[in-house]
């Protein structure tokens, strides 16, 4: 019997040794895959920088390819029904990852800019697996929420979705959770653009860890220029890994796409695509987790909250967890080694993973802090 050829990324953690019982598996950088080095395999497992399209997959004996990513806009999914290629994302892998970034970013951006959470709106534009836990958060912090989701809200009903306009008119902070979409009903390819952002309210915040196409660089540029926003947090960038270095200088918050770039993310990324390979090719891997992941330096936590607010413990907490500037000044500092920052990753662990022992906090405090996921204990 012929033994399966699987062609995978090199950065895709935790996969080495897992499939090599069963197959011959070959890893490459994923920039570096290419038709010659795929043409004999029967899968191909990716993360986001190997474009699988006609240009790849033409002619090869490709059969299944796994992205260990919740998007897929890198694959020609079209392309793939016409091949009779079947491909699976892992949806959901990093999205309490994401919500990880995204508290930071908002508790980081308020003690910054001298602002109570408590006294903003939030709009989420994209109310998916991420989106809903966001959410989540943003209602556990204080904040009042308005949800934005035409697809969800044609599926299910427009009660508890408001229209972009009304997000944009009247949201203090915007956070954007959607797919690539570059043509369509629901196209989200610039989908803040010079127009969106005039219609946005004067002095809010847009928040990005979709993806970089989503928002046009130069509209943003101006809207930050001519004071419309007071400020932006990108974690992702047209034309990565080459992103607009004014744009960058701009940013109040700039990381190098590595929101869901928790080591439990990553985890359940590889998890998934594992998980879908093995029921295409029918092999006896159906309950693969990864055994050795890091864990925190330093997995319990003690906060005092004496003399602080809910908000002060909260942010505490979080930033011990992740401190969301490291991410930022090292992107500042070093922008032309955003490839490099993205694979050699520090491993950040999201609020679960960790347990935390609050003194001095009252009940509420307490319910926050397990709410966004921590282990509280007495």
């Known amino acids: 019997m012929k033994k399966l050829k699987i062609v995978a990324d090199e950065k895709i953690p935790f996969l080495k040794g897992v499939l090599e019982p069963y197959a011959d598996v070959r890893y490459q950088a994923g920039s570096l895959i290419t038709k010659e080095s795929i043409m ?34 890198h694959i020609d999914v079209d392309y793939c029904k016409s091949g009779n290629i079947t491909w699976a994302n892992a949806p959901g892998c990093n999205s309490a990852s994401v919500q990880q970034y ?131 947090v990108l974690d992702v960038w047209e034309n990565e890994p080459e992103i607009d270095l004014q744009l960058l200088s701009m940013a109040s918050i700039s990381t190098p796409h590595i929101a869901g770039y928790s080591v439990d993310g990553k985890a359940n990324g590889t998890a998934q695509i594992v998980k879908s390979l093995s029921s295409f090719f029918n092999l006896p891997i159906h ?38 500037i490291k991410d930022h000044s090292r992107l500042q500092s070093s922008p032309l080694t955003f490839e490099l920052q993205r694979g050699q990753y520090p491993a950040r662990r999201e609020f679960a993973a960790y347990k935390l022992r609050p003194i001095n906090c009252n009940p509420e405090t307490l319910e926050m802090l397990a709410t966004l996921g921590f282990e509280v204990v007495s």
């Open 40 to 73: 004999d395999a029967d899968a191909l497992l990716i993360r986001t920088r190997t474009k699988c399209n006609h240009k790849l997959l033409e002619g090869t004996s490709i059969m299944f390819i796994g992205t260990a990513t919740i998007g897929y806009d």
């Open 287 to 324: 309950d693969f987790y990864p055994s050795t992941i890091p864990q925190p330096e330093v997995p319990e936590l003690m906060i005092d909250g004496s003399g602080k607010t809910p908000l002060q413990i909260v942010y505490e907490a979080v930033l011990s967890t992740y401190p969301i």
């Open 102 to 232: 995204i508290v930071a970013a908002l508790l980081e951006i308020a003690a910054k800019n001298d602002f109570s959470l408590s006294e903003k709106t939030l709009g989420i534009v994209g109310v998916g697996n991420v989106g809903s836990l966001i959410h989540k958060a943003a209602v556990c912090l204080g904040m009042k929420v308005k949800l934005n989701d035409p697809p969800r809200s044609r599926e299910k009903g427009a009660y508890g979705f408001v229209s972009l306009d009304e997000i944009l008119e009247t949201c203090d902070i915007g956070t954007v959770h959607v797919p690539l979409n570059r043509l369509g009903l629901d196209k989200t390819f610039h989908l803040f653009d010079s127009e969106m952002f005039r219609k946005m309210k004067a002095g809010s915040w847009l928040i990005n860890s979709s993806r970089g196409e989503v928002v046009e660089t130069e509209a943003l540029k101006k809207a930050l220029t001519t004071g419309k926003l007071a400020g932006t």
